[in-house]
């Protein structure tokens, strides 16, 4: 990514203000056709001849209007209050229907979207034209529809191909990300449900409220979850890369046969859909599992072991099984970069006489590390949210009455949010867990992103 | 110095097989526990591991029809094939347009996909369901709005298959556009074919990841089990109670899941292994 230090936010006023200037100065400038096109979206453009991208921008002024009129316009006006009106029964006891707190949020929200775009897409007609106008200007001919229609495949294939995926992201990932956002500034939780009654903004009281310490507040429960939630991606990162590194080199020694065969008996782990391997094994370490009774009959224990019911053994337990899950795919990407640290360098340092271990620290690792710096990274972040391990072998548990909003030893940020959202119902908190985990992860990886090594410029890979 | 190499051979060997027996053993406990007749003898947790009698119980269980295993089974194998069709298309698309146009706003979007990534997927539940819920896409529509977020979010999934396109050399292209070929047909005719490993990486690593899709899909289907999945019916079984032979009946299911699945990936594993290493490097 870019290096060079600049200030995004100074650099967006600069930008801003200078498009502002534009529209001035080329309203000042331009013809009657740019003129009437300040209102008329694509009006210049049509009358020159340029029907594809005039009708196109006429058609999204028209689509735009009639939106915010028949739908837009309703949900914004109420967006400040997110709707007064409950619903309850007419004197006649017919049901009336109030506001949806939810629909004005979202659809507000929605149309404010829309109306953002449309500036911009306003500001794209005034700049196209006078484009247009300074291609006339300079006796040059105007490009055709055909050839319009045509670089859409071509010069402007990007456009076509990002337009599909960039809405998908938009619709189903940006909208409710905003969405829920705004949810953690309200109180939507079980007791304010909509459609049947209205939640309202209430700024920060739910930051408030995970910080508080006092009984009802989510402080301490936050401070377990947050801190176990860290010190579990530390261990499921390390331990899987450096145990997967450590098999890895075991089976590329060059006196064990078979390497192929030790390979593919690790990569079943992966092969295999996690819900099937991972509950089973689940299974296999609970009360009455395998493992107990199998210690039990063999005299080695009196009791059974409390794998999933100790808080301290549940941790350790996920974090063990955790390395059979990962230890095979940090070997996989291991194996292909071990064979890449070239053969001389062991060469050299064995004929100064270095053991396999100095080697390993002297050569392997700092290779290793450097190479790697990206993958460990995302490994961590992967981790911070890694649901499915903690879900499908714990759940969270166990639980206990220290902590709240049924939150368990083994959760994590991810897993308590969902346990929220589905067993509570409780949309608030559960949005400000969600914009915690956000900013965790970001800073994260922020910092650890300023002083990795091996960070190229992009470009420098092409 | 012969006998110390010797000694340091047969340790790694040990430690192989050591290995590779805490690796299987979950699976092996797996199939051979599905044997066990919960008729018979017990379907619950017991205290061994081979059953006593062989039988095929459990999965007779599992084919009959009212059960609707293989109902799920079926919608499972549809959002998975459809998943992987769309996903990689749109990763394609997008890869393509990253990797080799250079247009206004390219780094922003990037950047900004970048940071929407770190916020948790769950975060979204409610809000996607509203949106699938409008759309008619719950319940009875799980399976097709199981697959319309899926694919729809793909786009943000390009690392790997960006990384993978930016070591094609971009010499390439520009021949050919010297010879008058468009973007598009660079990209058609020249790219994809030259991709075959990632595209096989992609679309393996989208048809893998349905299997595995119990809270989503548990959530959008809301209760109506036909739309269910395979993850989310077992995960039912398992968390049952298993007095009635819950047990069993999840272990013959699993393998029944885990059977096809492990070797579809086998066959294609030195695409997987091609594709993870890939990304890893260039993070």
């Not at chain 2, 039988?55 to 029809?65: T, W």
């Amino acid at each position: 990514m870019g290096n060079q230090k600049t200030n995004p936010i100074a650099n967006f006023f600069t930008a801003l203000l200078g498009a502002i200037k534009d529209i001035g100065s080329i309203f000042v400038k331009g013809d009657w056709k740019t003129k009437i096109s300040y209102l008329i979206m694509g009006f210049g453009s049509i009358l020159r001849g340029v029907y594809l991208r005039g009708a196109a921008l006429l058609l999204c002024e028209g689509g735009f209007i009639y939106y915010m009129i028949t739908f837009g316009s309703k949900y914004l006006k109420d967006i400040n209050t997110l709707g007064t009106k409950t619903s309850g029964f007419n004197a006649d006891g017919t049901k009336s229907y109030g506001d949806n707190s939810f629909l004005i949020l979202l659809y507000g929200i929605l149309s404010i979207v829309i109306i953002l775009f449309f500036i911009y897409l306003w500001y794209i007609n005034i700049k196209e034209n006078a484009k247009e106008e300074a291609i006339l200007k300079s006796g040059k001919k105007l490009p055709s529809v055909k050839s319009d229609f045509m670089s859409l495949f071509d010069e402007h294939f990007d456009k076509t191909l990002l337009t599909i995926p960039f809405m998908g992201v938009f619709v189903f990932t940006v909208l409710p990300i905003i969405f829920m956002i705004c949810v953690a500034f309200t109180n939507y939780d079980a007791n304010h449900q909509s459609p049947s009654k209205l939640f309202t903004w209430v700024g920060f009281e739910n930051f408030k409220n995970l910080f508080s310490i006092g009984t009802d507040g989510f402080g301490k429960t936050f401070g377990v979850v947050l801190s176990w939630t860290l010190i579990w991606a530390l261990f499921a990162t390390f331990l899987t890369y450096f145990l997967g590194m450590g098999v890895a080199m075991l089976i590329n020694k060059k006196e064990i046969k078979l390497k192929k065969l030790w390979r593919t008996i690790l990569v079943v782990t992966i092969a295999v859909p996690q819900f099937v391997s991972l509950l089973y094994v689940y299974k296999l370490f609970a009360s009455d599992g395998l493992i107990n009774m199998y210690l039990m009959k063999w005299g080695w224990i009196e009791d059974q072991l409390p794998f999933w019911t100790n808080p301290n053994w549940a941790r350790v337990t996920i974090v063990l099984i955790n390395c059979w899950i990962g230890i095979p795919y940090s070997m996989l990407i291991m194996t292909g970069l071990l064979m890449n640290i070239p053969e001389d360098l062991y060469e050299s340092a064995r004929i100064d006489g270095a053991n396999s271990f100095q080697m390993f620290k002297a050569i392997t690792l700092p290779y290793m590390l450097f190479v790697t710096g990206p993958f460990l990274l995302t490994q961590y972040t992967g981790n911070l949210n890694n649901f499915n391990v903690i879900f499908l072998l714990t759940q969270g548990k166990p639980q206990s009455q220290v902590l709240a909003a049924s939150a368990g030893y083994t959760d994590l940020l991810v897993t308590w949010l969902y346990k929220m959202t589905v067993n509570d119902t409780n949309y608030k908190m559960a949005a400000v867990i969600g914009i915690m985990v956000f900013v965790v992860t970001a800073g994260i990886s922020l910092i650890v992103y300023g002083i990795l090594p091996s960070v190229k410029d992009e470009e420098g890979f092409q | 110095m012969k006998t110390k190499k010797r000694i340091s051979t047969i340790v790694s060997y040990a430690i192989l097989v050591l290995i590779s027996i805490v690796w299987l053993l979950p699976f092996v406990g797996l199939f051979l526990q599905s044997f066990r007749s919960y008729l018979t003898e017990d379907g619950g947790m017991v205290d061994y591991l081979l059953p006593k009698h062989f039988s095929l119980d459990s999965y007779a269980f599992l084919f009959q029809a009212e059960n609707k295993f293989f109902k799920w089974y079926g919608n499972t194998v549809i959002i998975a094939f459809f998943v992987a069709l769309g996903n990689t298309l749109m990763v394609l698309a997008v890869s393509y347009a990253l990797s080799r146009m250079r247009f206004k706003g390219r780094e922003l979007l990037m950047r900004f996909w970048l940071v929407l990534g770190m916020f948790p997927g769950f975060l979204t539940m409610i809000c996607l369901y509203f949106l699938l819920k409008n759309l008619g896409l719950t319940q009875e529509g799980a399976i097709p709005g199981l697959i319309l977020i899926a694919v729809a979010n793909a786009g943000m999934g390009y690392y790997v298959c960006k990384g993978y396109f930016d070591t094609i050399p971009k010499a390439l292209d520009e021949a050919a556009r010297i010879d008058g070929a468009t973007r598009a047909r660079v990209f058609f005719t020249m790219i994809i074919p030259m991709s075959k490993p990632i595209i096989i990486y992609t679309a393996l690593v989208a048809f893998m990841a349905p299997w595995c899709d119990y809270v989503f899909a548990s959530y959008v289907a809301f209760g109506f089990s036909d739309s269910y999945n395979v993850a989310v019916a077992m995960q039912r079984w398992v968390w049952t109670n298993d007095y009635q032979g819950f047990f069993t009946r999840f272990c013959a299911g699993g393998v029944l899941v885990a059977v096809p699945v492990t070797i579809l990936f086998m066959c294609l594993q030195k695409y997987y292994v091609e594709g993870v290493t890939g990304g890893a490097v260039k993070g």
